[in-house]
T-cell receptor, first 113, second 113 residues
Framework: SQQGEEDPQALSIQEGENATMNCSYKTSINNLQWYRQNSGRGLVHLILIRSNEREKHSGRLRVTLDTSKKSSSLLITASRAADTASYFCATEGRGSTLGRLYFGRGTQLTVWP | NAGVTQTPKFQVLKTGQSMTLQCAQDMNHEYMSWYRQDPGMGLRLIHYSVGAGITDQGEVPNGYNVSRSTTEDFPLRLLSAAPSQTSVYFC????????????FGPGTRLTVT
């Protein structure tokens, strides 16, 4: 399976702290994306990093990609209670699998006020 | 724009019944897809379409049928419901296979008894 795997499965922190989630995958990718899902809702796209990029920033989000280790990390700085959600990484392959996203099982982040 | 809409929000079926989950988008996106989300499994791709009249199978297509007669609509048919199809179903769209951010609908929670 090309499915990504997030680590940890659950993360609990205080407001103001940073949250780091990791994602590992198995095959060559075109890009890797991170999504957020609030309880009972659909997924919302957060950030995308291409296979030839090593780091990207968007507001309080920082994502890194290490293709040699087939891993990515998502850092949320200065967490807020509103960041409480599940976070998923999704990989998009190359060639015949271009256009198809493979999701991991997610990290449940809880941010306490 | 309403974005991606799904109906119904909730559905209970008996084993062997058939039904259609509706998905529509008003963003003129070429690419649409269906995922199912099971506890602890992340999202898995069922079927996808790169444009009207073109569909293809994803990771878990068995027991499901799709068609794409218009750009806007991408219904998912359960041919003969089974308890294993109890899940939350998400429809997603994106402008094309070569633009990567996906927009998700709010989901349909299906229970098969």
């Amino acid at each position: 399976s090309q499915q990504g795997e997030e680590d940890p499965q659950a993360l609990s922190i205080q407001e103001g702290e940073n949250a780091t989630m990791n994602c590992s995958y198995k095959t060559s990718i075109n890009n890797l994306q991170w999504y957020r899902q609030n309880s009972g809702r659909g997924l919302v796209h957060l950030i995308l990093i291409r296979s030839n990029e090593r780091e990207k920033h968007s507001g309080r989000l920082r994502v890194t990609l290490d293709t040699s280790k087939k891993s990515s990390s998502l850092l949320i700085t200065a967490s807020r209670a509103a960041d409480t959600a599940s976070y998923f990484c999704a990989t998009e392959g190359r060639g015949s699998t271009l256009g198809r996203l493979y999701f991991g099982r997610g990290t449940q982040l809880t941010v306490w006020p | 724009n309403a974005g991606v809409t799904q109906t119904p929000k909730f559905q209970v079926l008996k084993t062997g019944q058939s039904m259609t989950l509706q998905c529509a988008q008003d963003m003129n996106h070429e690419y649409m897809s269906w995922y199912r989300q099971d506890p602890g499994m992340g999202l898995r791709l069922i079927h996808y379409s790169v444009g009207a009249g073109i569909t293809d199978q994803g990771e878990v297509p068995n027991g499901y049928n799709v068609s794409r007669s218009t750009t806007e609509d991408f219904p998912l048919r359960l041919l003969s419901a089974a308890p294993s199809q109890t899940s939350v179903y998400f429809c997603a769209s994106r402008p094309s296979s070569y633009t990567y951010e996906q927009y998700f609908g709010p989901g349909t929670r299906l229970t098969v008894t």
